[in-house]
Protein backbone atom coordinates (compact mmCIF):
# COMPACT_ATOMS: atom_id res chain seq x y z
CA UNK A 1 0.00 0.00 0.00
CA UNK A 2 3.03 2.18 0.81
CA UNK A 3 4.27 2.01 -2.38
CA UNK A 4 0.62 2.57 -4.35
CA UNK A 5 0.37 5.95 -2.26
CA UNK A 6 4.04 7.16 -3.39
CA UNK A 7 3.02 7.14 -6.90
CA UNK A 8 0.47 9.56 -5.98
CA UNK A 9 1.96 12.94 -6.37
CA UNK A 10 -0.03 14.93 -3.39
CA UNK A 11 1.11 11.98 -0.74
CA UNK A 12 4.85 12.18 -2.32
CA UNK A 13 4.94 15.69 -2.49
CA UNK A 14 4.03 16.36 1.46
CA UNK A 15 5.65 13.26 2.29
CA UNK A 16 9.08 14.83 1.16
CA UNK A 17 8.52 18.14 2.68
CA UNK A 18 7.89 16.36 6.42
CA UNK A 19 10.84 14.64 5.83
CA UNK A 20 12.48 17.64 4.22
CA UNK A 21 12.09 19.97 7.15
CA UNK A 22 13.33 17.28 9.99
CA UNK A 23 16.35 16.75 7.78
CA UNK A 24 16.50 20.59 8.01
CA UNK A 25 16.19 21.08 11.73
CA UNK A 26 19.40 18.65 12.11
CA UNK A 27 21.92 20.80 13.27
CA UNK A 28 26.04 19.66 13.14
CA UNK A 29 28.40 22.05 14.50
CA UNK A 30 25.40 24.52 14.66
CA UNK A 31 25.34 24.45 10.97
CA UNK A 32 21.49 23.17 9.17
CA UNK A 33 20.23 22.91 5.57
CA UNK A 34 17.03 24.26 6.95
CA UNK A 35 14.71 24.48 3.87
CA UNK A 36 17.20 23.09 1.36
CA UNK A 37 17.02 20.21 2.62
CA UNK A 38 13.90 19.29 0.67
CA UNK A 39 16.02 19.03 -2.33
CA UNK A 40 18.29 16.07 -0.61
CA UNK A 41 15.43 14.01 0.16
CA UNK A 42 13.30 14.72 -3.30
CA UNK A 43 16.85 13.58 -4.71
CA UNK A 44 16.64 10.35 -2.79
CA UNK A 45 13.24 9.98 -3.80
CA UNK A 46 13.78 10.34 -7.39
CA UNK A 47 16.49 7.51 -7.19
CA UNK A 48 13.42 5.58 -5.80
CA UNK A 49 11.60 6.11 -8.69
CA UNK A 50 9.53 8.25 -7.23
CA UNK A 51 8.28 11.49 -9.83
CA UNK A 52 6.22 14.86 -9.26
CA UNK A 53 4.42 16.31 -12.23
CA UNK A 54 6.19 18.91 -14.15
CA UNK A 55 3.12 21.61 -13.99
CA UNK A 56 3.11 21.43 -10.23
CA UNK A 57 6.99 22.36 -9.88
CA UNK A 58 5.92 25.03 -12.49
CA UNK A 59 2.99 25.95 -10.00
CA UNK A 60 5.56 26.32 -7.04
CA UNK A 61 8.29 28.41 -9.07
CA UNK A 62 6.04 31.50 -10.49
CA UNK A 63 5.20 31.89 -6.89
CA UNK A 64 8.35 31.62 -5.68
CA UNK A 65 9.71 33.92 -8.32
CA UNK A 66 7.14 36.50 -8.12
CA UNK A 67 7.39 36.95 -4.31
CA UNK A 68 10.85 37.52 -3.82
CA UNK A 69 10.21 40.00 -6.97
CA UNK A 70 7.65 41.82 -4.96
CA UNK A 71 9.36 42.10 -1.93
CA UNK A 72 13.25 42.90 -3.49
CA UNK A 73 11.82 45.55 -5.43
CA UNK A 74 11.74 48.60 -3.68
CA UNK A 75 15.21 48.13 -2.33
CA UNK A 76 16.54 46.77 -5.65
CA UNK A 77 16.11 50.64 -6.99
CA UNK A 78 16.31 52.05 -3.84
CA UNK A 79 19.77 50.58 -4.02
CA UNK A 80 20.40 52.30 -7.68
CA UNK A 81 19.51 55.68 -6.17
CA UNK A 82 20.86 55.62 -2.59
CA UNK A 83 24.88 55.96 -1.14
CA UNK A 84 25.04 51.71 -1.52
CA UNK A 85 27.20 51.80 -5.30
CA UNK A 86 30.66 50.94 -3.32
CA UNK A 87 29.03 48.14 -2.06
CA UNK A 88 26.32 47.62 -5.33
CA UNK A 89 30.07 47.11 -7.13
CA UNK A 90 31.55 45.14 -5.25
CA UNK A 91 28.36 42.73 -5.80
CA UNK A 92 28.75 42.73 -9.30
CA UNK A 93 32.58 41.30 -8.61
CA UNK A 94 31.13 38.96 -6.80
CA UNK A 95 28.88 37.30 -9.27
CA UNK A 96 30.63 38.36 -12.51
CA UNK A 97 33.78 36.60 -10.72
CA UNK A 98 31.89 33.64 -9.45
CA UNK A 99 30.66 33.41 -13.50
CA UNK A 100 33.84 33.81 -14.91
CA UNK A 101 35.41 31.25 -12.42
CA UNK A 102 32.80 28.93 -13.33
CA UNK A 103 33.38 29.35 -17.16
CA UNK A 104 36.89 28.74 -17.21
CA UNK A 105 37.06 25.54 -14.94
CA UNK A 106 34.17 24.17 -17.45
CA UNK A 107 36.86 24.68 -20.16
CA UNK A 108 39.36 23.36 -18.34
CA UNK A 109 37.36 20.22 -17.05
CA UNK A 110 35.32 19.50 -20.12
CA UNK A 111 32.09 20.36 -18.05
CA UNK A 112 28.22 20.30 -19.81
CA UNK A 113 26.66 23.75 -19.60
CA UNK A 114 23.47 22.63 -17.55
CA UNK A 115 26.07 21.07 -14.86
CA UNK A 116 28.07 24.56 -15.42
CA UNK A 117 25.18 26.81 -14.51
CA UNK A 118 24.00 24.49 -11.38
CA UNK A 119 26.99 24.27 -9.80
CA UNK A 120 26.93 28.46 -10.23
CA UNK A 121 23.78 28.68 -8.62
CA UNK A 122 24.91 26.10 -5.78
CA UNK A 123 28.02 27.50 -5.34
CA UNK A 124 26.07 30.90 -4.54
CA UNK A 125 23.45 29.30 -2.73
CA UNK A 126 20.97 30.45 -5.17
CA UNK A 127 17.65 28.73 -5.15
CA UNK A 128 16.26 31.37 -7.81
CA UNK A 129 19.30 30.92 -9.68
CA UNK A 130 19.07 27.47 -9.80
CA UNK A 131 15.21 27.96 -10.92
CA UNK A 132 16.35 30.13 -14.16
CA UNK A 133 19.32 27.21 -14.50
CA UNK A 134 16.54 24.56 -14.80
CA UNK A 135 13.92 26.62 -17.25
CA UNK A 136 17.41 27.79 -19.27
CA UNK A 137 18.71 24.47 -19.66
CA UNK A 138 15.60 21.95 -19.45
CA UNK A 139 18.20 19.70 -18.03
CA UNK A 140 18.18 17.68 -14.45
CA UNK A 141 21.69 17.97 -14.66
CA UNK A 142 21.89 21.84 -13.57
CA UNK A 143 19.94 20.47 -10.35
CA UNK A 144 22.76 17.35 -9.75
CA UNK A 145 25.33 20.50 -10.09
CA UNK A 146 23.45 22.45 -7.63
CA UNK A 147 23.19 19.89 -4.99
CA UNK A 148 26.73 18.79 -5.69
CA UNK A 149 28.03 22.46 -5.16
CA UNK A 150 25.71 23.78 -2.22
CA UNK A 151 27.07 22.08 1.06
CA UNK A 152 30.19 24.14 0.35
CA UNK A 153 28.34 27.18 -0.78
CA UNK A 154 26.63 27.08 2.98
CA UNK A 155 30.06 25.68 4.95
CA UNK A 156 31.92 27.81 3.03
CA UNK A 157 30.39 31.27 3.37
CA UNK A 158 30.39 30.76 7.04
CA UNK A 159 33.48 30.01 7.60
CA UNK A 160 34.92 32.81 5.33
CA UNK A 161 32.79 35.09 7.37
CA UNK A 162 34.35 34.07 10.72
CA UNK A 163 37.86 33.81 9.90
CA UNK A 164 37.92 37.31 8.04
CA UNK A 165 38.29 39.51 10.59
CA UNK A 166 40.85 37.53 12.37
CA UNK A 167 43.15 37.06 9.31
CA UNK A 168 42.38 40.94 8.73
CA UNK A 169 43.29 41.64 12.97
CA UNK A 170 40.07 44.15 13.07
CA UNK A 171 37.96 44.40 16.42
CA UNK A 172 34.39 44.54 15.27
CA UNK A 173 32.81 45.09 18.49
CA UNK A 174 34.75 48.46 17.93
CA UNK A 175 34.01 49.07 14.80
CA UNK A 176 30.59 48.44 15.18
CA UNK A 177 30.49 50.90 17.68
CA UNK A 178 31.73 53.79 15.18
CA UNK A 179 29.90 52.45 12.51
CA UNK A 180 26.68 52.73 14.74
CA UNK A 181 27.67 56.29 15.60
CA UNK A 182 27.65 57.56 12.50
CA UNK A 183 24.57 55.94 11.14
CA UNK A 184 22.84 57.47 14.29
CA UNK A 185 23.53 60.88 12.67
CA UNK A 186 22.26 59.71 8.99
CA UNK A 187 19.18 58.84 10.12
CA UNK A 188 18.45 61.25 13.58
CA UNK A 189 16.24 59.78 16.30
CA UNK A 190 12.98 61.96 16.77
CA UNK A 191 12.51 63.43 20.31
CA UNK A 192 9.95 65.73 22.10
CA UNK A 193 10.65 69.10 24.28
CA UNK A 194 8.89 71.30 26.01
CA UNK A 195 9.44 75.47 25.42
CA UNK A 196 8.34 78.69 26.77
CA UNK A 197 7.67 81.47 24.50
CA UNK A 198 10.58 83.83 25.77
CA UNK A 199 11.63 85.42 22.48
CA UNK A 200 10.14 88.79 21.80
CA UNK A 201 10.50 88.62 17.83
CA UNK A 202 8.03 85.75 17.88
CA UNK A 203 5.26 87.55 19.95
CA UNK A 204 2.31 88.44 18.33
CA UNK A 205 3.06 85.89 15.47
CA UNK A 206 1.17 83.14 13.96
CA UNK A 207 2.21 80.14 13.43
CA UNK A 208 1.67 80.73 9.96
CA UNK A 209 4.04 83.94 9.61
CA UNK A 210 7.06 81.98 11.83
CA UNK A 211 6.59 79.06 9.28
CA UNK A 212 8.44 76.85 12.28
CA UNK A 213 8.39 73.52 10.23
CA UNK A 214 10.38 75.05 7.19
CA UNK A 215 12.46 77.31 9.43
CA UNK A 216 13.63 74.71 11.97
CA UNK A 217 12.40 71.19 11.30
CA UNK A 218 10.28 70.54 14.06
CA UNK A 219 6.99 69.90 14.25
CA UNK A 220 4.69 71.88 17.14
CA UNK A 221 2.34 69.14 18.87
CA UNK A 222 0.33 71.14 21.32
CA UNK A 223 0.50 74.59 23.29
CA UNK A 224 -0.38 75.41 26.51
CA UNK A 225 -1.72 78.90 27.43
CA UNK A 226 -2.85 79.28 30.82
CA UNK A 227 -4.69 76.37 31.77
CA UNK A 228 -5.79 75.94 28.23
CA UNK A 229 -4.05 73.29 26.08
CA UNK A 230 -4.69 74.34 22.57
CA UNK A 231 -4.31 72.23 18.67
CA UNK A 232 -1.28 73.87 16.81
CA UNK A 233 -3.66 75.93 14.01
CA UNK A 234 -2.33 78.42 11.38
CA UNK A 235 -3.81 80.87 13.35
CA UNK A 236 -3.18 80.84 16.24
CA UNK A 237 -1.05 83.84 17.51
CA UNK A 238 2.01 83.49 20.30
CA UNK A 239 2.17 84.87 23.36
CA UNK A 240 4.55 85.91 25.85
CA UNK A 241 4.91 82.45 28.25
CA UNK A 242 3.41 80.03 25.99
CA UNK A 243 4.56 76.85 26.62
CA UNK A 244 5.07 74.48 23.30
CA UNK A 245 5.59 70.73 22.81
CA UNK A 246 8.00 70.28 19.61
CA UNK A 247 9.12 66.98 18.21
CA UNK A 248 12.04 66.32 16.09
CA UNK A 249 15.64 65.51 16.38
CA UNK A 250 18.06 67.03 18.61
CA UNK A 251 18.90 69.70 15.78
CA UNK A 252 15.99 70.57 14.85
CA UNK A 253 14.99 71.20 18.76
CA UNK A 254 17.94 73.24 18.90
CA UNK A 255 16.72 75.94 15.94
CA UNK A 256 13.42 75.94 17.66
CA UNK A 257 15.02 76.95 20.93
CA UNK A 258 16.83 79.33 19.56
CA UNK A 259 13.25 80.48 17.78
CA UNK A 260 11.18 80.19 20.48
CA UNK A 261 13.04 80.59 23.93
CA UNK A 262 13.91 78.30 27.40
CA UNK A 263 13.30 74.71 26.99
CA UNK A 264 11.66 73.35 30.25
CA UNK A 265 11.68 69.85 31.82
CA UNK A 266 8.23 67.68 31.53
CA UNK A 267 5.80 66.89 28.45
CA UNK A 268 2.05 68.83 28.42
CA UNK A 269 -0.86 67.13 28.50
CA UNK A 270 -3.77 66.68 26.79
CA UNK A 271 -7.16 67.98 27.72
CA UNK A 272 -10.58 64.99 27.72
CA UNK A 273 -11.39 66.29 24.69
CA UNK A 274 -8.32 65.86 23.13
CA UNK A 275 -6.27 62.59 21.56
CA UNK A 276 -2.69 61.97 20.22
CA UNK A 277 -3.36 58.27 18.42
CA UNK A 278 -0.85 56.12 16.01
CA UNK A 279 -2.99 55.44 13.03
CA UNK A 280 -2.32 53.27 9.75
CA UNK A 281 -2.50 53.91 6.85
CA UNK A 282 -4.74 51.11 5.09
CA UNK A 283 -7.16 52.70 2.60
CA UNK A 284 -5.37 52.32 -0.82
CA UNK A 285 -6.71 55.95 -2.34
CA UNK A 286 -4.44 57.19 -0.12
CA UNK A 287 -1.37 55.54 -0.84
CA UNK A 288 0.83 57.48 -2.87
CA UNK A 289 0.04 61.28 -1.87
CA UNK A 290 2.44 63.29 -0.03
CA UNK A 291 1.14 64.82 3.36
CA UNK A 292 1.09 68.32 1.99
CA UNK A 293 -2.09 67.03 0.23
CA UNK A 294 -4.00 65.47 2.79
CA UNK A 295 -3.59 69.32 4.40
CA UNK A 296 -4.91 67.75 8.03
CA UNK A 297 -4.52 70.34 9.86
CA UNK A 298 -6.64 72.68 8.39
CA UNK A 299 -9.25 69.71 7.21
CA UNK A 300 -9.24 68.55 10.58
CA UNK A 301 -7.48 70.71 13.04
CA UNK A 302 -4.89 67.71 13.36
CA UNK A 303 -1.02 67.38 13.34
CA UNK A 304 0.97 64.39 12.28
CA UNK A 305 3.82 64.56 14.95
CA UNK A 306 5.88 61.57 13.29
CA UNK A 307 5.55 58.81 10.47
CA UNK A 308 6.41 55.71 11.34
CA UNK A 309 7.74 52.93 8.34
CA UNK A 310 9.39 49.61 8.65
CA UNK A 311 10.44 50.39 12.45
CA UNK A 312 11.84 53.55 11.10
CA UNK A 313 10.53 56.90 12.66
CA UNK A 314 10.16 59.63 9.78
CA UNK A 315 10.31 63.22 10.06
CA UNK A 316 6.51 64.31 8.46
CA UNK A 317 7.79 66.88 5.99
CA UNK A 318 4.79 68.44 3.87
CA UNK A 319 6.77 66.36 0.73
CA UNK A 320 6.56 63.11 2.36
CA UNK A 321 5.18 60.17 0.28
CA UNK A 322 2.88 58.10 2.37
CA UNK A 323 3.36 54.21 1.98
CA UNK A 324 1.04 51.30 2.58
CA UNK A 325 0.58 50.06 6.42
CA UNK A 326 2.20 53.31 7.69
CA UNK A 327 1.60 54.66 10.92
CA UNK A 328 0.90 58.07 11.88
CA UNK A 329 1.11 59.86 14.92
CA UNK A 330 -1.44 62.58 14.96
CA UNK A 331 -2.96 64.58 17.31
CA UNK A 332 -5.86 67.00 17.95
CA UNK A 333 -9.15 66.89 19.18
CA UNK A 334 -10.86 63.07 19.48
CA UNK A 335 -13.38 64.23 16.80
CA UNK A 336 -10.87 65.10 14.31
CA UNK A 337 -8.47 62.46 15.04
CA UNK A 338 -11.36 59.69 14.71
CA UNK A 339 -11.89 61.44 11.48
CA UNK A 340 -8.32 61.34 10.24
CA UNK A 341 -8.84 57.66 11.22
CA UNK A 342 -11.49 57.31 8.90
CA UNK A 343 -9.42 58.94 6.13
CA UNK A 344 -6.77 56.96 6.20
CA UNK A 345 -8.44 53.39 6.63
CA UNK A 346 -7.16 52.89 10.32
CA UNK A 347 -7.64 48.96 10.02
CA UNK A 348 -5.50 46.55 10.96
CA UNK A 349 -6.76 43.86 9.32
CA UNK A 350 -6.26 44.81 5.79
CA UNK A 351 -2.44 44.79 6.68
CA UNK A 352 -2.98 40.91 7.20
CA UNK A 353 -5.16 40.63 3.79
CA UNK A 354 -4.51 39.21 0.85
CA UNK A 355 -5.71 40.59 -2.38
CA UNK A 356 -4.49 37.81 -4.80
CA UNK A 357 -5.71 40.08 -7.85
CA UNK A 358 -2.26 42.07 -7.92
CA UNK A 359 -0.66 38.72 -7.46
CA UNK A 360 -2.34 36.21 -10.38
CA UNK A 361 -2.32 39.84 -12.37
CA UNK A 362 1.31 40.10 -11.94
CA UNK A 363 2.27 36.74 -12.91
CA UNK A 364 0.25 36.96 -15.93
CA UNK A 365 2.21 39.97 -16.90
CA UNK A 366 5.31 38.27 -16.04
CA UNK A 367 4.77 35.22 -18.28
CA UNK A 368 3.90 37.46 -21.39
CA UNK A 369 6.85 39.85 -20.32
CA UNK A 370 9.05 36.68 -20.59
CA UNK A 371 7.85 35.81 -23.70
CA UNK A 372 9.71 38.51 -25.17
CA UNK A 373 12.49 38.07 -27.67
CA UNK A 374 15.13 40.73 -28.01
CA UNK A 375 17.13 40.19 -30.78
CA UNK A 376 20.68 41.11 -31.06
CA UNK A 377 21.56 40.13 -35.10
CA UNK A 378 23.97 37.47 -36.47
CA UNK A 379 21.14 35.18 -35.43
CA UNK A 380 21.46 35.62 -31.37
CA UNK A 381 18.43 36.76 -29.07
CA UNK A 382 17.63 36.66 -25.64
CA UNK A 383 14.05 36.11 -24.21
CA UNK A 384 13.96 36.88 -20.64
CA UNK A 385 12.16 33.33 -20.14
CA UNK A 386 9.73 31.99 -17.59
CA UNK A 387 11.48 32.99 -14.64
CA UNK A 388 13.00 36.29 -15.82
CA UNK A 389 10.20 37.89 -17.03
CA UNK A 390 8.44 36.80 -13.84
CA UNK A 391 11.14 38.30 -11.92
CA UNK A 392 11.66 41.73 -13.71
CA UNK A 393 7.47 42.61 -14.06
CA UNK A 394 7.36 41.52 -10.27
CA UNK A 395 10.40 44.24 -9.42
CA UNK A 396 9.22 46.83 -11.68
CA UNK A 397 5.38 46.41 -10.66
CA UNK A 398 7.07 46.79 -6.43
CA UNK A 399 8.81 49.94 -6.94
CA UNK A 400 6.13 51.18 -8.89
CA UNK A 401 3.65 50.37 -5.48
CA UNK A 402 0.12 51.33 -6.92
CA UNK A 403 -1.71 51.11 -10.43
CA UNK A 404 -4.70 53.17 -10.11
CA UNK A 405 -6.69 50.90 -7.28
CA UNK A 406 -4.08 48.28 -7.58
CA UNK A 407 -1.73 48.27 -4.91
CA UNK A 408 1.16 45.78 -6.21
CA UNK A 409 2.19 44.73 -2.56
CA UNK A 410 1.80 41.73 -0.12
CA UNK A 411 2.07 41.77 3.48
CA UNK A 412 4.72 40.03 5.27
CA UNK A 413 3.07 36.83 6.42
CA UNK A 414 1.42 36.46 2.81
CA UNK A 415 4.62 36.70 0.93
CA UNK A 416 6.31 34.26 3.13
CA UNK A 417 3.80 31.90 2.99
CA UNK A 418 3.54 31.83 -0.82
CA UNK A 419 7.02 31.80 -1.02
CA UNK A 420 7.56 29.00 1.07
CA UNK A 421 4.74 27.31 -0.55
CA UNK A 422 6.33 27.45 -4.21
CA UNK A 423 9.78 27.09 -2.93
CA UNK A 424 8.84 23.55 -1.47
CA UNK A 425 6.61 22.75 -4.52
CA UNK A 426 9.72 23.57 -6.71
CA UNK A 427 12.32 21.98 -4.71
CA UNK A 428 9.85 18.53 -4.23
CA UNK A 429 9.80 18.38 -8.03
CA UNK A 430 13.27 19.26 -9.99
CA UNK A 431 14.79 17.03 -7.06
CA UNK A 432 12.81 13.97 -7.96
CA UNK A 433 13.47 14.94 -11.25
CA UNK A 434 17.20 14.73 -10.94
CA UNK A 435 17.04 11.96 -8.72
CA UNK A 436 16.50 9.62 -11.54
CA UNK A 437 20.10 10.36 -12.64
CA UNK A 438 21.75 11.66 -9.85
CA UNK A 439 24.14 8.57 -8.69
CA UNK A 440 25.35 7.74 -11.98
CA UNK A 441 26.30 11.41 -12.71
CA UNK A 442 28.49 11.71 -9.26
CA UNK A 443 30.24 8.20 -9.59
CA UNK A 444 31.18 9.64 -13.21
CA UNK A 445 32.32 13.23 -12.16
CA UNK A 446 30.96 14.51 -8.33
CA UNK A 447 33.97 14.93 -6.99
CA UNK A 448 35.04 17.01 -9.97
CA UNK A 449 31.96 19.26 -9.63
CA UNK A 450 32.25 19.54 -6.12
CA UNK A 451 35.77 21.03 -6.03
CA UNK A 452 34.70 23.54 -9.23
CA UNK A 453 31.89 24.44 -7.06
CA UNK A 454 34.18 25.01 -4.09
CA UNK A 455 36.19 27.11 -5.93
CA UNK A 456 33.59 29.03 -7.82
CA UNK A 457 32.42 29.70 -4.34
CA UNK A 458 35.85 30.74 -2.40
CA UNK A 459 37.44 32.77 -5.95
CA UNK A 460 34.63 35.77 -5.68
CA UNK A 461 34.91 35.91 -1.73
CA UNK A 462 38.68 36.48 -1.84
CA UNK A 463 38.36 38.93 -4.70
CA UNK A 464 35.69 40.92 -2.88
CA UNK A 465 37.58 41.19 0.44
CA UNK A 466 40.84 42.52 -1.42
CA UNK A 467 38.77 44.67 -3.10
CA UNK A 468 36.63 46.22 -0.59
CA UNK A 469 39.35 46.64 2.02
CA UNK A 470 42.27 47.80 0.13
CA UNK A 471 40.30 49.86 -2.82
CA UNK A 472 37.27 51.04 -1.61
CA UNK A 473 38.20 51.05 1.83
CA UNK A 474 35.02 50.02 3.46
CA UNK A 475 34.30 48.69 7.06
CA UNK A 476 34.60 45.16 7.66
CA UNK A 477 30.87 45.19 8.81
CA UNK A 478 29.76 46.27 5.61
CA UNK A 479 31.82 44.43 3.65
CA UNK A 480 30.57 41.21 5.30
CA UNK A 481 27.50 42.03 4.93
CA UNK A 482 27.84 42.85 1.49
CA UNK A 483 29.78 39.39 0.95
CA UNK A 484 27.05 37.64 2.77
CA UNK A 485 24.40 39.71 0.44
CA UNK A 486 26.34 38.87 -3.03
CA UNK A 487 27.14 35.31 -2.45
CA UNK A 488 22.97 35.46 -1.53
CA UNK A 489 23.85 33.43 2.07
CA UNK A 490 21.44 33.87 4.35
CA UNK A 491 23.21 31.39 6.98
CA UNK A 492 26.77 33.41 6.19
CA UNK A 493 24.46 36.42 7.15
CA UNK A 494 22.99 34.67 10.29
CA UNK A 495 27.11 33.67 11.10
CA UNK A 496 28.20 37.93 10.62
CA UNK A 497 24.85 38.84 12.71
CA UNK A 498 26.26 36.34 15.94
CA UNK A 499 29.74 37.80 15.86
CA UNK A 500 28.59 41.55 16.54
CA UNK A 501 25.57 43.32 18.56
CA UNK A 502 24.66 45.31 15.26
CA UNK A 503 22.28 45.26 12.19
CA UNK A 504 25.34 47.10 9.98
CA UNK A 505 25.61 43.76 7.80
CA UNK A 506 22.00 43.19 7.70
CA UNK A 507 21.53 46.39 6.40
CA UNK A 508 24.25 46.26 3.57
CA UNK A 509 22.96 42.26 2.75
CA UNK A 510 19.16 44.26 2.16
CA UNK A 511 20.97 46.62 -0.04
CA UNK A 512 22.58 44.02 -2.46
CA UNK A 513 20.74 40.91 -2.23
CA UNK A 514 18.42 42.08 -4.90
CA UNK A 515 21.40 43.23 -6.71
CA UNK A 516 22.89 40.00 -6.41
CA UNK A 517 19.65 37.73 -7.23
CA UNK A 518 19.29 40.02 -10.33
CA UNK A 519 22.38 39.94 -11.84
CA UNK A 520 22.86 36.41 -11.53
CA UNK A 521 20.14 35.05 -12.45
CA UNK A 522 20.95 37.27 -16.04
CA UNK A 523 24.44 36.08 -16.16
CA UNK A 524 23.02 32.20 -15.86
CA UNK A 525 20.68 32.98 -18.41
CA UNK A 526 23.78 34.28 -20.68
CA UNK A 527 25.33 31.60 -20.01
CA UNK A 528 22.94 29.01 -20.82
CA UNK A 529 22.11 30.65 -23.70
CA UNK A 530 25.70 31.33 -25.16
CA UNK A 531 28.01 28.96 -23.82
CA UNK A 532 28.75 26.24 -25.34
Known sequence: MF?????????????????????????????????????????????????????????????????????????????????????????????????????????????????????????????????????????????????????????????????????LGVDVEREARM???????????????????????????????????????????RIKRGDKILIPKADIVLEKDDYIQGVGSQESLNNLALMLGVREEGELPL??????????????????????????????GCTVTRVRRSGIDLSPSPELELKFGDKLMVVGEKEGVQAVARLLGNDAKKLSDTDFFPIAMGIVLGVLFGKLSISFGGGMSFSPGLTGGILMMALFL??????????????GPANQLLRQLGLLLFLAEVGTSAGKTLVSTFQESGFLMFGVG?????????????????????????????????????????AADSMVDSNIPGVAYATVYPIAMVFLILFIQLIAALVV
Not at 15 to 34: E, N, P, T, W, Y
Not at 398 to 405: D, E, I, L, R
Not at 465 to 489: E, H
Open 3 to 167: IDLLQSSYFSVFLIVALGFMLGRIKVAGLSLDVSAVIFIALAFGHWGVSIPKELGNFGLVLFIFTIGIQAGPGFFHSFRSKGKTLILITLLIVASACLTGVGLKYLFDIDTPSLVGLIAGALTSTPGLAVAIDSTQSPLASIAYGIAYPFGVIGVILFVKLLPKV
Open 179 to 221: LEAERRNQFPVLDTCLFRVTNPIVFGRTLQQLNIRVMTGAVIS
Open 271 to 300: SNMQAIESLLLTKKDMVGKQLFDLNLQHNF
Open 398 to 411: SAVGKTGPVIWSMS
Open 454 to 494: AAITLVPMLLAALVGRLVFKISLLDLLGTITGGMTSTPGLA
